[in-house]
């Protein structure tokens, strides 16, 4: 699968999706060292993400373009994909997962830790956000989303 708006600094990402786990290593090293940014799902892993409403389906629905799909059944996949109806859970266990940023220590490892936390639980309450607001494109400005959210959710962490 391919989006279709890369430049000259884009890499390539490639979607590969098989129930063989051995199918999906082999293809992900081969595209891999033709200079493809590649992730493999399993079939079983991309229904548990459908019971779970993972915007990332979303995103490959909204976003993608499918390369091969062997009897259409990513596209059909894809298509009666639907998002969750709330995703407040979702970014309440996320502020948990800020919050643990708090008994960060001054040395490197710990900081650097504290800043990949931080750095991840922001993007995805943005994409969060934006899904709460009926919007699932991740390409949208970033004005619409309600930083304020961000900001309380980071009090705790900027407090020492």
Not at 74 to 85: C, G, V
Request: proline share 3%; aromatic share 10%; charged share 25%.
């Amino acid at each position: 699968m391919r989006r279709g708006d890369s430049d000259i600094i884009s890499d390539s990402d490639i979607l590969i999706v098989d129930s063989d786990s051995e199918v999906l290593s082999f293809a992900n090293k081969t595209l891999h060292s033709l200079g493809f940014s590649c992730a493999a799902y399993t079939w079983e892993r991309l229904f548990h993400m459908d019971r779970h409403g993972s915007l990332f389906l979303q995103h490959l629905k909204n976003e993608s373009i499918i390369l091969k799909d062997d009897h259409f059944r990513l596209d059909s996949f894809l298509r009666s994909f639907e998002t969750k109806p709330d995703y407040s859970q979702d970014i309440e266990a996320t502020k948990e997962i800020i919050s643990l940023t708090g008994t960060v220590t001054n040395r490197k490892p710990s900081i650097g830790w504290a800043l990949d936390v931080l750095a991840v639980a922001l993007r995805n309450l943005g994409i969060l956000e934006l899904a709460i607001e009926g919007s699932t494109s991740s390409h949208c400005p970033p004005s619409t989303i309600n930083f304020r959210t961000w900001a309380y959710s980071l009090q705790p962490i900027f407090k020492h």
